[in-house]
């Protein structure tokens, strides 16, 4: 995979910007990555001094996730109460599961992108 040596926020942009008509926009905090508009996936930092991708998962999976691995996952401020995950990442993460979760955001959202519009 490109990217396999660069940093985590690389890393994560190279999968963000690798699906279809996703784009990337700055905010306050860190980069969003956006289809239509829509927030699928945020970069943020880590309250543990490293960097975190935030991303929509399905109904249950946050509280499955928080519960299994409180030391990897943990509920995003503002964002939880939506559903939304936070993931640390680090340079030895499991980079196909961060894949597999930004996938599943990005379809989410551009799921419900399409109900709406």
Excluded: H, N
């Excluded at 890393?11 to 699928?40: H, Q, T």
């Excluded at 935030?54 to 109904?59: I, L, N």
């Excluded at 691995?69 to 995003?76: A, I, L, N």
């Excluded at 939506?82 to 551009?110: C, H, N, P």
Aim: glycine content about 12%.
């Amino acid at each position: 995979m490109a990217g396999e040596r660069a940093d985590p926020g690389e890393r994560l942009r190279w999968i963000c910007l690798s699906l279809p008509d996703a784009v990337e926009e700055a905010m306050k905090r860190g980069p969003s990555f956006r289809i239509g508009g829509k927030i699928f996936a945020l970069l943020r930092p880590d309250q543990e001094g490293g960097s975190a991708l935030w991303c929509k998962v399905p109904e249950g999976g946050q509280a499955i996730a928080v519960a299994a691995e409180p030391g990897r996952f943990f509920v995003p401020p503002y964002f939880g109460a939506k559903g939304w995950l936070g993931v640390r990442l680090s340079t030895d993460a499991d980079w196909g599961e961060i894949e597999a979760f930004v996938q599943r955001s990005y379809r989410l959202i551009a799921k419900r992108r399409k109900a709406v519009g």
